[in-house]
């Protein structure tokens, strides 16, 4: 599977960015998907996973963007999002999607294909 994510970009305090992950390869709808961050200085971080047979009720989240942050994904358009709204200074890092075989994980050594990365930084 390669992994495709885009969509950062500077934005200020409290805007809202859409990521996006377009996956080929393989059967996207067979995978489960998941968004890490990497900010300056600091290990990659779980941010919000979503398995293969998605519904909006296990959908699972890190809890400083519970409420802010929406990962969905349409296996129409093999492509997974990230939808973040009310960002804050802290949510400036470099965000990588990931898909596994399997249920949904928070741990980054169990996803087996990453993209390259987003940059998304947030001025306050």
């Known amino acids: 599977v390669q992994l495709q994510a885009s969509g950062g970009g500077l934005v200020q305090a409290g805007e809202s960015l859409r990521l996006s992950c377009a996956a080929s390869?393989?059967?996207?709808?067979?995978?489960?998907m998941g968004w890490f961050r990497q900010a300056p200085g600091k290990e990659r971080e779980f941010v919000a996973a979503?398995?293969?047979?998605?519904?909006?009720?296990?959908?699972r989240y890190t809890d400083s963007v519970k409420g802010r942050f929406t990962i969905s994904r349409d296996n129409a358009k093999n492509t997974v999002y990230l939808r973040m709204n009310s960002l804050k200074p802290e949510d400036t890092a470099v965000y990588y999607c990931?898909?596994?075989?399997?249920?949904?994980?928070?741990?980054?050594?169990?996803?087996?294909?990453w993209g390259q990365g987003t940059q998304v930084t947030v001025s306050s």
């Open positions: 390869g393989d059967t996207f709808s067979s995978y489960a």
């Open positions: 979503i398995s293969w047979s998605w519904s909006a009720g296990n959908a």
């Open positions: 990931a898909a596994r075989s399997g249920g949904s994980s928070w741990y980054l050594n169990e996803y087996d294909y």
